[in-house]
């Protein structure tokens, strides 16, 4: 997936679930700085974090199954969504 489907995608989850994305393409620095994985795909530009306020956060099962029929994998953070391609 390009960066540019990954978009797409993305885009589709926060219609489908009524999301805003909150972190997407980060800097080495930036990456470091929030504590990301040193190879994450935010690097990238094919991970975003997502965030439902002031909207309820969807069930994990509900979540997972939007991620899943756009080709991306979801991590369930604390406090937001985290999503990458597959």
């Known amino acids: 997936m390009t960066p540019s489907e990954f978009a797409d995608a993305l885009r589709g989850y926060c219609a489908a679930t009524r ?25 990238v530009w094919l991970a975003g974090d997502v965030g439902y306020s002031p909207n309820p956060r969807p069930s994990l099962a509900a979540a997972r199954h939007a991620a899943k029929q756009l080709g991306l994998k979801l991590l369930r953070e604390s406090d937001h969504d985290h999503l990458q391609v597959l």
């Open 19 to 43: 999301g805003s994305v909150t972190s997407w393409g980060r800097s080495p620095e930036r990456n470091e700085q929030v504590g990301g994985h040193v190879r994450s795909k935010h690097m």
